[in-house]
């Protein structure tokens, strides 16, 4: 009789972490916001949104299993200059394993200042967002988006991506910010759209996009 276990092979690394974003998401549904991890498109489409090469530091948000983490590298952003913040104690040990060479912080994304400060990092080029901020409390989101312009200054780029029709950025978080949809992902599950916003000049300047 043959062995099943022959038969059904081992499980990818695509099954693997799947089954962790689903466990954790179990745990903490509001928090982890997916059932699945990012899709390697969607990947590439948040890495797209910036100029990856001229970075001078690149901040993630919610490395999860890294997805987005290997996008970024690959389109062109120096290990050195990328910082990944995970708040799950497992998806951090994770991301430790899969990228040694990266600085992986655990903790939340709230108190981004404090969490980079023993790092010597006061300054990013680029804030790079795999949470689900719409699934976040109006004050949550608020508080996030307030600490990753604070670390970038007037010139920075924040990314988020978000599977419904409208900015994921929304209410007082978004006053003052310039938002444009840079690419929609039909290949993720669910289907995504990336977001990205710059300060305006002037609040009055604000996208209706």
Avoid at 45 to 61: F, N, Y
Avoid at 94 to 111: E, K, S, T, W
Avoid at 173 to 180: C, F, W
Wanted: zero cysteines; aromatic letters at 6%.
């Amino acid at each position: 009789m043959s062995d099943f276990r022959h038969i059904r092979g081992k499980p990818s690394k695509e099954d693997n972490d799947l089954a962790l974003f689903l466990s954790r998401w179990i745990r903490a549904p509001l928090r982890i916001g997916a059932l699945a991890p990012s899709s390697p498109h969607l990947g590439r489409e948040m890495a797209r949104a910036i100029d990856a090469r001229a970075a001078t530091l690149v901040v993630e948000l919610g490395g999860g299993t890294g997805r987005i983490t290997r996008a970024l590298l690959d389109a062109g952003v120096a290990p050195d200059r990328l910082i990944v913040i995970e708040n799950d104690e497992k998806l951090a040990s994770l991301l430790r394993i899969r990228f040694p060479q990266l600085r992986i912080v655990q903790g939340d994304a709230r108190d981004l200042m404090s969490l980079l400060a023993p790092l010597g990092v006061t300054h990013a080029s680029a804030v790079i967002s795999g949470l689900p901020l719409l699934s976040m409390p109006p004050e949550t989101q608020q508080r996030i988006v307030e600490q990753a312009f604070a670390l970038m200054g007037a010139d920075g780029t924040f990314v988020q991506f978000t599977y419904g029709p409208v900015s994921p950025v929304m209410g007082r978080a978004r006053v003052g910010l310039i938002a444009e949809v840079t690419g929609r992902v039909w290949r993720n599950f669910p289907p995504a759209s990336v977001w990205r916003y710059r300060r305006s000049a002037l609040p009055s300047q604000e996208s209706e996009a």
